[in-house]
Nanobody
Framework: QVQLVESGGGLVQAGGSLRLSCAAS????????MGWYRQAPGKQRELVAR???????DYADSVKGRFTISRDNAKNTVYLQMNSLKAEDTAVYYC???????????????WGQGTQVTVSS
């Protein structure tokens, strides 16, 4: 199986920055795409950013120009640099990845436990 552990969340004032990290570990053969999602109280979970193994990225319109996703394939880790944070960014952020387990023929999606990001205005 695959375990995803997020870190880097916390409390920050509006306009500040945070960097989230997510490290994947387990008995997987390979990891394909990785991404970040978030869920605020009373709202559905939404995609924030995602990155392919080749480095292609996609961002939600609400974070374009402020957030940057990157990954270190050697470390099986994905990062989310969040700048110019707004109160609207307050949410639990979840790491997501598609990984193929040893002896498996297909990829499965896995989720981290989430890390709280709170932006005070």
């Amino acid at each position: 199986q695959v375990q995803l552990v997020e870190s880097g969340g916390g409390l920050v004032q509006a306009g500040g920055s945070l960097r989230l990290s997510c490290a994947a570990s387990g008995t997987f053969a390979s990891i394909n795409g990785m991404g970040w999602y978030r869920q605020a109280p009373g709202k559905q979970r939404e995609l924030v950013a995602r990155i392919t193994s080749g480095g292609s990225t996609d961002y939600a319109d609400s974070v374009k120009g402020r957030f940057t996703i990157s990954r270190d394939n050697a470390k099986n880790t994905v990062y989310l640099q969040m700048n110019s944070l707004k109160a609207e960014d307050t949410a639990v952020y979840y790491c997501n990845t598609a990984a193929r387990l040893v002896a498996a023929k297909v990829f499965y999606e896995y989720w981290g436990q989430g890390t709280q990001v709170t932006v005070s205005s």
